[in-house]
């Protein structure tokens, strides 16, 4: 039972243009999701977070947007660079489970072209 | 500034034998994680420590177990191998906040 899911398994943009991320949970008891970059050969390395009690949080070219009641939440990337390609990883705490755990989702490659 | 280090990069073992993956962080950080990331898998918790000799479960912790003597460490041990273990396994630790949480280069486990 996958309760965090990104369904796009890779997504490609133009150098400049706008990334879209995406990311789907199932456990409304989520109440913090988390985004990080993972490159080849090295660990996950953390990006953006949202607590569940905004819908927006924005840190220089990255923007999150959470829709609790869509259950999905989204990483913008303006402008993006080439050297944002890498493995993206949406990330969730809580869940009813242990406040000590985050679920992460499968992963979406981006690829920037320059 | 090291952050977190695990060692080896990479090891192959075959069935049934057993073997540690070290794991350091010089951040005083009170909570560490171990993670493996298999193909088109999002990384899944092993076990975690929220402090020097204080350790639990996570998702699949099935044939690895760990011990916190000291803050920095947090070695994983594998007990007896199977090709199942193939995997990338990746330690953690942060302070407090989840944002703080930082992830070693990782160790690329094959078992024959």
């Known amino acids: 039972d996958q309760q965090v899911k990104q369904n796009s398994p890779s997504l490609s943009v133009q150098e400049g243009r706008i990334s879209i991320l995406n990311c789907d949970y199932t456990?409304?008891?989520?109440?913090?999701f988390l985004w990080y970059k993972k490159y080849p050969a090295e660990g996950p390395t953390f990006l953006i977070s949202?607590?569940?009690?905004?819908d927006k949080n924005e840190d220089g070219r990255f923007t999150v947007f959470l829709n609790k009641s869509a259950k999905h939440l989204s990483l913008h990337i303006v402008p993006s660079q080439p050297g944002d390609s890498a493995v993206y990883f949406c990330?969730?705490?809580?869940?009813?489970?242990?406040?000590?755990?985050?679920?992460f989702g499968k992963g979406t490659l981006l690829t920037v072209n320059p | 500034n090291a952050g977190v280090t695990q060692t080896p990069k990479f090891q192959v073992l075959k069935t049934g034998q057993s073997m540690t993956l070290q794991c350091a962080q010089d951040?005083?950080?009170?909570?560490m994680s171990w993670y493996r990331q298999d193909p088109g898998m999002g990384l899944r918790l092993i076990h975690y420590?929220?402090?020097?000799?204080?350790?639990d479960q996570g998702e699949v912790p099935n044939g690895y177990n760990v011990s916190r003597s000291t803050t920095e460490d947090f070695p994983l041990r594998l007990l007896s191998a199977a090709p199942s273990q193939t995997s990338v396994y990746f330690c953690a630790s942060r302070q407090g906040a989840w944002e703080t949480q930082y992830f070693g280069p990782g160790t690329r486990l094959l078992v024959l």
């Open positions: 990330a969730a705490k809580g869940g009813g489970g242990s406040n000590y755990k985050l679920t």
């Open positions: 951040m005083n950080h009170e909570y």
């Open positions: 420590s929220v402090g020097a000799g204080i350790t």
């Open positions: 949202i607590s569940s009690i905004k």
């Open positions: 456990n409304s008891m989520f109440d913090y």
